[in-house]
């Protein structure tokens, strides 16, 4: 009797407890609602009227506050006539939650709206962005702030710091004047390249020797912007009293704009990136890329109101917060970028040096075959080059290395021009990984490798005693990354002003190697690794951004399994800067941090290097993994990583390949002059062009004869392009004669274009055009021609000058119709 009290009091107790603990759970699982409307609405940034896209009638939108472990419930209205989504920015949701259309949902019609419901399960900085077309470039953006149960870090104020890019222009017709490779934008802001730019600063030599490689010209950014906003203005005010410590949570929400950032009154302290804490770090000049958090501590001086800039990465311009009262004291200027220094022979050394120590088995088809497509690989001379400039110190490195078995480059070997790059590569490969080897296990093993660098300092041309190199890399499972890289030979150029990117702390690349977990991020050693080889390519001129040459349109989804590690290996082959994110996951930036590696959503994968991160495939789903630059995304740097467990939704599956159309660009030129006209016509979507061209001449020998093309073609990579179409002669309103002709274009050394083409009647034409940027403006241009069927040379010399994205002038002699001087209309 007494022992069934017993029971039945601890069952009370029991009871009692359990209700309690349900009851706090409640009470900690507080529901924080937010209702967001998008809207389109006139505004007024820059001096004149444009057309936003706002969220709650405001640029950016709210800052959205959560506490860790809330459950999120966010009403989003679309007030707008256009679809639209919200995606939650290195936010961990369910796979419905993500905001992407068609992968994640169907997108939010006009006049519809959707409700978001996730559980909180992380803390720290983010933000979130319409992830439908080019709307982010809009305005539709904004902060999100989750604190956790405990703050690590005590500061007087908290702000949230979003910076972005503002164009008046429609993004459309940002994206029209990239594909039609147009040269407006580098002229808007003054990152063109010319000749007689080189050769003010005494870099003629590269300049033309990039030329002869086909070599790109190097550019940061690929738009030219009118404004840079800090919380959707040109300049702002934080309230700050002296001695105060400010936490700045910094979020680049621009859709292609890098920054660097600097605080007038000293170093800042970088506490979180990508919302995740880490051991805390100072640096004076950070650079964040594209989609990326960094919460920083900032001390407020005494007296005086000091500036923290953020400086467009390709010098184009800046934002500005103010922090304090009294004297403006403003933060030093960021040396602008040197375009002109041909990166490509150093990067090139990077690439091959890179590969071997990622481990890589260079023999993989994907891999290699694509790297005979590239630049990189035509550019030889250069390695020899790098390899004499290092001169000593490199093969001083080199005898400490402890080699590996692997020989450097497998898969190469069989190429003609094998020997010398197994024989550069290695001795580039030393100093980066020599000591990395020495490690054991996962043991950071940075520092030695600095040591190594610290040579380098005497090269040619550097003329600074310390420079900061630091070679990150690490070995995991027996094998040896590199995982991020400096070139090694500086130019402190004649000007003074420039600097190379990345060379030095003034043109800092991202802080990757410096960050470190606060606790060990290494996973459980027995599971399942899956590799994944990316290259990331592009071509400027066509404006197309691939990976492993493919676009999204293109490709097969990249499978994962639950439960394994996958590992990307990302080789930049570009000139460019990709901040690479991928939803629905943090992984690690193998860093040289060994088990601390940093967790990030979004990393930037500097131009000609490697980046590798890896991730535990622990979040069921279907996710989209793609370059941060808005434009790269939406011209085809993007794959779906998709769960082999995951059952698609009806929903999704029924739209799903809408995410893979392709979108159609069309854009024309005419060119009109007092002896003759020419133009074209075009219509391109990732690889195929449908067009038109003419030309036509009322002056001299061959007067009122005209020619007209149809064509389709279809591109096979930046040098090779397929064509066929119909030619048809005329002359005044008669048409003589019509032909099929098929060929091929072909971009010749010092960036001739080049075209060859045969016709029905069994001739042939083949045809070279030139121009030379004398200054950004103005070009000297040229075309040869000859036709079988004539049996002579047609050739056409002149100048333009370009005034503005639609209009040049242009002054010529054509061999058939003489002297003439006109304009060219683009449309
Ligand atoms: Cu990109």
Not at 737 to 765: C, F, K, M, N, Q
Request: proline fraction near 6%; include cysteine; hydrophobic fraction near 40%.
């Amino acid at each position: 009797m007494a022992e069934k009290k017993r029971i039945s009091s601890l069952w009370q107790v029991v009871i009692a407890v359990i209700f309690v603990l349900l009851n706090l759970a409640t009470v900690q699982a507080k529901t924080t609602e937010y209702h967001l409307e998008i809207a389109s609405e006139p505004v007024d940034i820059t001096g004149k009227p444009a057309t936003a896209m706002t969220i709650n009638g405001s640029i950016p939108g709210p800052v959205l506050r959560f506490r860790e472990g809330d459950l999120a419930r966010i009403h989003v209205s679309n007030r707008m006539d256009v679809e639209t989504s919200i995606h939650w920015h290195g936010i961990l949701v369910p796979p419905g939650m993500d905001g992407v259309p068609y992968i994640s949902f169907p997108p939010i019609a006009p006049g519809a709206a959707f409700t978001y419901e996730f559980p909180i399960r992380q803390s720290g900085t983010y933000w979130y962005h319409s992830h439908t077309g080019l709307q982010e470039q809009r305005g539709v953006y904004g902060g999100i702030v989750i604190e956790p149960p405990a703050p690590r870090f005590q500061a007087d104020r908290d702000y949230v710091l979003l910076l972005s890019d503002w164009a008046d222009e429609d993004p459309h017709q940002i994206l029209r004047t990239l594909k039609r490779g147009s040269e407006w934008f580098a002229i808007a802001k003054g990152s063109a390249q010319s000749i007689i730019g080189a050769a003010r600063l005494g870099m003629l030599a590269d300049y033309f020797k990039r030329e002869l490689q086909r070599m790109p010209a190097m550019d940061i950014a690929d738009v030219a912007y009118d404004r840079f906003l800090a919380n959707g203005r040109p300049a702002i005010h934080f309230d700050a009293q002296p001695g105060e410590i400010i936490r700045l949570r910094i979020i680049d929400g621009s859709s292609t704009t890098f920054f660097h950032l600097e605080f007038a009154a000293g170093p800042m302290q970088i506490i979180a990136a990508d919302g995740i804490d880490v051991e805390p770090v100072e640096t004076e000049r950070l650079l964040v890329g594209v989609a990326e958090t960094y919460d920083v501590l900032i001390k407020v001086p005494q007296k005086g109101a000091y500036e923290f800039r953020a400086t467009a990465h390709d010098g184009s311009g800046f934002t500005t917060v103010w922090l304090g009262q009294g004297d403006f004291h403003a933060a030093p200027d960021v040396p602008k970028p040197n375009l002109y220094h041909s990166m490509g022979d150093l990067s090139l050394g990077t690439l091959f040096a890179l590969n071997p120590a990622a481990g890589m088995d260079m023999g993989d088809e994907a891999v290699a075959a694509g790297m005979f497509d590239q630049p990189g690989m035509m550019a030889m001379d250069g390695m020899h080059d790098m390899d004499h400039d290092m001169g000593h110190d490199m093969g001083h490195a080199m005898d400490q290395r402890e080699m590996t078995d692997k020989p450097a480059m497998p898969g190469m070997e069989h190429g003609a021009a094998s020997p010398p790059m197994g024989h550069d590569m290695g001795s580039h490969a030393a100093p980066m990984t020599g000591d990395m080897g020495k490690g054991d296990g996962n043991q950071p093993a940075v520092g030695h490798a600095g040591h190594d660098m610290a040579n380098m300092a005497d090269m040619p041309g550097t003329g600074q005693g310390q420079q900061q190199m630091p070679a990150s890399g690490v070995e995991r499972n027996g094998k040896k990354y590199a995982a991020d890289f400096r070139p090694m030979a500086a130019d402190v150029s004649s000007a003074g002003h420039l600097a190379m990117d990345g060379m030095d702390q003034s043109r800092p690349w991202p802080p990757y190697d410096r960050l470190r977990a606060t606790a060990s991020t290494a996973f459980a050693s027995n599971k399942p690794v899956r590799e994944i080889r990316l290259t990331l390519d592009g071509d400027m001129e066509r404006y197309v951004w691939f990976l492993n040459n493919k676009a999204l349109s293109e490709a097969d989804d990249i499978p994962v399994r639950q439960g394994e590690v996958v590992r990307f290996i990302m080789i930049n082959r570009t000139m460019m800067h990709h901040p690479m994110h991928l939803h629905g996951h943090f992984f690690r930036v193998i860093n040289g941090q060994g088990d601390h590696a940093p967790l990030k959503h979004t990393v930037d994968v500097a131009p000609m290097s490697t980046t590798v991160i890896e991730f535990d495939a622990n979040e069921v789903g279907d996710w989209f993994f793609h370059c941060h630059l808005l434009y790269h995304m939406e011209s085809g740097m993007a794959r779906l990583v998709h769960y082999d467990n995951f059952p698609m939704p009806d929903a999704v599956a029924a739209i799903r390949p809408q995410l893979y159309r392709e979108m159609w660009h069309f854009w024309g030129e005419a060119e009109v002059a007092s002896n003759m006209t020419e133009g074209f016509l075009k219509a391109a979507d990732t690889r195929n062009t449908i067009g038109a061209e003419w030309e036509s001449g009322w002056e001299g020998v061959e007067q009122n004869e005209w020619e007209g093309l149809l064509f389709g073609d279809r591109y096979i990579n930046r040098f090779f392009t397929l064509f066929a179409g119909l030619d048809m002669l005329g002359q005044g309103s008669e048409t003589d004669h019509t032909r099929g002709v098929a060929g091929i274009t072909w971009l010749l050394p010092l960036h001739i274009e080049s075209r060859y083409w045969l016709d029905t009647d069994g001739g042939g034409r083949f045809s070279f055009a030139k121009e030379f940027a004398l200054t950004p403006r103005l070009a000297l241009t040229g075309e040869a021609e000859y036709d079988t069927h004539d049996s002579k040379w047609e050739g056409k010399a002149g100048l333009t000058c370009m005034l503005s994205k639609s209009f040049s002038l242009i002054g010529q002699w054509h061999s058939d119709f003489g002297w003439g001087a006109g304009a060219i209309i683009r449309f």
